[in-house]
């Protein structure tokens, strides 16, 4: 076992899944000679050649093009895009190809291939490199959704997203690349079940439901509020397909819901869930579902961005209201 970040996990990851597959490529814009904006591809340029680590033009819906031939053509390309803002150029190759070529081809072709995609914010970049996309991409039936929250997860979802025969979208948080260490099996090349969420602590008061990095937020919270309530954290881990019954247990369990994400709240991912629990486990609610969301506007600047985020002091505030209706 060794101590990693979140990013050293995922290289980890990745070099793993190369050494054991000669058919794992990678490819995005400086992913190569600079090892990729966040280093997630340091050093696997020199190590695998250039012929399965491909320095790509600036052209986000290429690069996602070219993928789906790679996979239809029997590699399994991970591709990049430097930042979430950037994915909205590949939507359209995701949506009519790589989402729906399996379904479409009766099976002949699999689409086993991987977007990673720096997400969210935390990190004062600008407004296109600080999105939350998720609901984008979980609206696309044949494409599935990942986003760890921790370095043990984010090894094992890349390597059973690398190996899944849809193609998958990777969230990765920026805000916790190399904010966090966790114990990582170096070199193991485990899997971390997709559609499988995590409870990562255990409560009795009120279930908080999210991802990522508010994941942490919401830890967080739940240790400032002990000894008042019992909090429980779920870790969904996979947006699509969505674990319904470990978070309907926990619902169900607590009787109040709190749904954290940073997207905006219309239309975002949390309002799906909060239909599910209405639909599936309303008789067990004691207060209604909660949604902590950033808000309905542009994602702002550097200097605004701490007012658009939910963080561990909101999640409280909202834990007072659930508690208190």
């Not at 997630?40 to 996602?64: H, N, Q």
């Not at 399996?102 to 914010?121: A, D, T």
Request: net charge neutral.
């Amino acid at each position: 076992m060794a101590k990693m970040t979140v990013i050293q996990a995922i290289t980890n990851a990745i070099a793993v899944e190369m050494a054991r597959d000669p058919t794992v490529v990678v490819l995005g814009e400086d992913v190569g000679i600079n090892g990729g904006v966040f280093r997630a591809t340091d050093g696997l340029l020199a190590k695998y050649g250039e012929k399965r680590v491909m320095d790509t033009p600036l052209a986000e819906s290429g690069i996602a093009g070219l993928s789906v031939g790679l996979a239809a053509g029997g590699l399994k390309p991970i591709l990049e895009t430097q930042f979430d803002g950037f994915a909205y150029m590949m939507f359209h190759q995701f949506k009519y190809h790589a989402s729906e070529l399996h379904w479409r081809s009766r099976g002949k072709f699999n689409m086993q291939m991987v977007l990673r995609c720096p997400y969210g914010g935390g990190i004062r970049a600008l407004e296109h490199h600080s999105e939350g996309i998720e609901s984008f991409f979980v609206h696309m039936p044949g494409c599935k959704v990942v986003c760890p929250s921790n370095p043990y997860d984010a090894k094992g979802l890349l390597i059973a997203s690398i190996r899944d025969p849809n193609a998958v979208v990777f969230l990765e948080p920026k805000k916790i690349y190399r904010a966090i260490k966790g114990e990582v099996p170096e070199e193991e090349a485990y899997t971390v079940p997709l559609g499988k969420a995590a409870i990562t602590r255990e409560g009795k008061d009120v279930s908080i439901i999210t991802w990522g990095a508010q994941v942490h937020q919401a830890l967080e919270a739940a240790e400032a509020l002990k000894g008042k309530y019992d909090v429980e954290v779920v870790d969904l881990r996979t947006l699509s397909p969505l674990d319904e019954e470990t978070l309907l247990n926990s619902v169900k369990k607590t009787g109040r819901a709190i749904v954290v994400h940073e997207a905006p709240r219309t239309g975002g991912f949390g309002a799906e869930i909060a239909a599910l629990i209405q639909e599936k486990a309303l008789l067990s609610m004691q207060s209604p579902v909660l949604r902590l969301t950033g808000f309905d506007m542009p994602v702002p600047l550097a200097r605004m961005e701490d007012y658009n985020l939910p963080n561990a002091k909101r999640i409280a505030k909202y834990v007072e209201k659930a508690m208190s209706f």
